[in-house]
């Protein structure tokens, strides 16, 4: 149980072009999603915090424009990364938990690639 | 907010020894310790957690202890196996948002 899968896990764009990363958990409803980015060799990093029906909170220096969140049901959350830069490459991960909040099951990841 | 610090960085052992990784945590209100192992291009794996009315928590090698006065907590792994090179990270959560905050991470290596 407490599968969470992500798609694409992989994604090569051109720079301004916008990328739609999707996080949907399995076998379970995910009241909580996350999102965070991880560069080579480096800890995660959270991007922000999404609850199902609402705004996502995002961490401080996350660019709310820049960082789409959208949680429109308990089994899916997407990422869209707008206007992307070759500075936004990294390895995404989401995350979920359901409602008695503990533990959190993350996703495979999408690393992002832009040209 | 909340601050974690993880050591070693990397960590190389014997096959069959043992490996431990210590982390401190700065916020007397978490109460969850989760640890994650990553391996290379992967999602973080949950191996085990801890919270913090329990004081060590084992699952056949791994174990976790947690010392709540001085903040901090460990993972144990013991007859390490070629298997369990991987990232190692740990974490701490519930306080502030109830989001976990991550340690730096420690890269272990197991030599057949």
């Known amino acids: 149980g407490a599968v969470v899968s992500q798609h694409p896990s992989w994604v090569i764009c051109k720079s301004g072009t916008s990328v739609k990363i999707e996080c949907r958990s399995l076998d379970f409803q995910a009241t909580t999603m996350f999102w965070y980015r991880q560069f080579p060799k480096q800890s995660l990093m959270l991007m922000a915090t999404s609850n199902e029906g609402s705004k996502a909170t995002y961490e401080q220096g996350v660019e709310k424009d820049k960082f789409l969140i959208n949680h429109a049901s308990l089994t899916l959350s997407t990422l869209t990364v707008t206007s992307a830069h070759p500075e936004d490459s990294s390895f995404y991960i989401c995350?979920?938990?359901?409602?008695?909040?503990?533990?959190?099951?993350f996703g495979p990841g999408t690393r992002l690639t832009v040209l | 907010g909340e601050n974690v610090e993880q050591h070693p960085s990397t960590l190389s052992v014997q096959e069959g020894d043992s490996a431990v990784i210590k982390c401190t945590y700065s916020d007397s209100a978490s109460n969850y310790f989760p640890w994650y192992k990553q391996e290379l291009g992967k999602g973080p794996q949950l191996i085990i957690d801890?919270?913090?009315?329990?004081g060590e928590k084992k699952d056949q090698r791994i174990a976790v202890t947690l010392n709540k006065t001085a903040k901090h907590f460990s993972l144990h792994i013991t007859e390490t196996q070629p298997e369990d090179s991987a990232v190692y990270f740990c974490?701490?959560?519930?306080?502030?948002?109830?989001?976990?905050?991550f340690g730096g991470g420690t890269r272990v290596l197991v030599k057949p």
């Open positions: 995350s979920a938990r359901d409602i008695s909040q503990r533990p959190e099951f």
């Open positions: 974490a701490a959560g519930g306080a502030a948002g109830n989001k976990l905050t």
């Open positions: 801890i919270r913090s009315n329990v």
